[in-house]
């Protein structure tokens, strides 16, 4: 969630990415490259808002983060029918709106193929942007609070907007906005593209431009190569995978997460993890200004194993999952990416007991540090108040 870039493009890219990281660091002081620059404090990015608190993209979960301390916030945007960008996670609407109690919509369930998979839901290229106003958000994770179901409408991007630019101009400080284009080739095919709509959005506020606080991401890459020909907004090919063998800490991958969709009805072979090698990383180099790859490519997690090769449940609490499992970093991306002048921005952190490996004795801060060690760029959290608390704290000590 790859075509190479033409040649004569390729030194005026490399030139408007390397301005863009100078731009960067003339805005920090005289001893740190500025944040988010290489070498600079990491970013915290509010992954869809303060979403460990609040439901998921909405205002109020934007809002937290930023109160949180968050430099970005990430509204992941899809399209209504008549063609208006919302913040939601998935097109799909089923797990994070009310939309399934609303007798009104009801017929309007189905299955399709998202990205090859076939699910069943509410899709929001079904609903216009009036019915969408009637739905309410909810907290997806069945962990977390619910208590604030039902409350939340959903934002467009142009109302996210909006709220950065007037909470940043409201506390002295600049929050910047990362919005990530979800399932691009599949709006496509349903007449709905988001980049027009998206560049549109950012030229109205002023923000479609290299310094402006702005990254897009995608797991896709054709969109992103498009958009590197129309904008000099900072780019990002996020790099996902299906899960990790906890018995080897190896990648794993399964559709629809083995490889960016637009490479699958290309016709092009290979996985996500060929993005991270060095041809992948060149590839990325032309058309991209960061990678943002899933935590585990970094620091994977290995499970304990008894002498039958089964996993063992090492907190014993007769569930056997990452809070049993040994955390293994290894740098050589963040080495690699960074020597070619790439960004590295990872996801996404929470702060979960089970969702911690027990090398981390249970303390999200413990992970961040991991990670900061490792040089990362940024990091997406859904608790952005533990990520900031982390990273002034070891920015502090180092």
């Known amino acids: 969630m790859n075509n190479t870039c033409h040649p004569s493009r390729r030194p005026l890219l490399v030139t408007l990415a390397a301005a863009a990281l100078l731009t960067l660091s003339a805005c920090g002081g005289d001893d740190d490259p500025a944040p988010g620059a290489i070498g600079g404090k990491p970013l915290v990015i509010g992954h869809r808002g303060a979403s460990g608190y609040l439901p998921e993209h909405t205002l109020e979960a934007y809002r937290r983060a930023i109160e949180q301390g968050a430099d970005f916030i990430e509204p992941d945007l899809v399209s209504t029918q008549d063609g208006v960008l919302i913040a939601r996670h998935e097109p799909n609407l089923i797990a994070t709106t009310d939309v399934a109690d609303r007798p009104e919509f009801a017929s309007r369930r189905k299955t399709i193929p998202v990205d090859g998979v076939d699910e069943t839901g509410f899709y929001a290229s079904d609903f216009t942007l009036a019915e969408i106003r009637t739905l309410r958000a909810k907290q997806a994770f069945a962990e977390r609070s619910q208590a604030y179901n039902g409350q939340y ?44 709509k998206l560049l549109a959005s950012l030229d109205k506020v002023g923000w479609n431009r290299a310094d402006a606080p702005v990254f897009i991401q995608s797991f896709e890459t054709a969109n992103l190569k498009a958009l ?56 990325v180099k032309t058309y991209a200004d960061a990678i943002g790859p899933w935590k585990r490519y970094l620091v994977t997690v290995k499970a304990t194993l008894d002498a039958s090769g089964n996993r063992v449940d090492v907190n014993q609490d007769g569930v056997i999952n990452e809070a049993d499992y040994t955390a293994v970093a290894n740098d050589a991306i963040v080495k690699a990416a960074q020597q070619r002048g790439l960004l590295v921005h990872t996801w996404t952190f929470r702060n979960e007991p089970r969702r911690l490996a027990a090398t981390y004795a249970n303390d999200p801060a413990r992970e961040y540090e991991q990670f900061f060690a490792m040089g990362v760029n940024g990091v997406f959290s859904d608790f952005p108040d533990t990520a900031v608390q982390a990273r002034d704290a070891w920015w502090a000590r180092r």
């Open 228 to 283: 590197r020909a129309r904008t000099r907004v900072r780019l990002v090919q996020l790099v996902d995978a299906d899960d990790v063998d906890p018995r080897t800490g190896v990648i794993t991958y399964a559709p629809p997460f083995d490889r960016p969709y637009d490479w699958t009805r290309a016709g092009r072979g290979g996985s996500f993890g060929d993005l991270l090698t060095p041809a992948g990383l060149d590839e």
């Open 153 to 196: 409408r959903i934002p467009t991007f142009d109302e996210v907007l909006a709220l950065a630019q007037e909470r940043g101009k409201a506390l002295g400080r600049e929050i910047g906005v990362y919005p990530e284009t979800k399932h691009p080739t599949w709006h496509v095919e349903r007449g709905l593209p988001l980049e027009d």
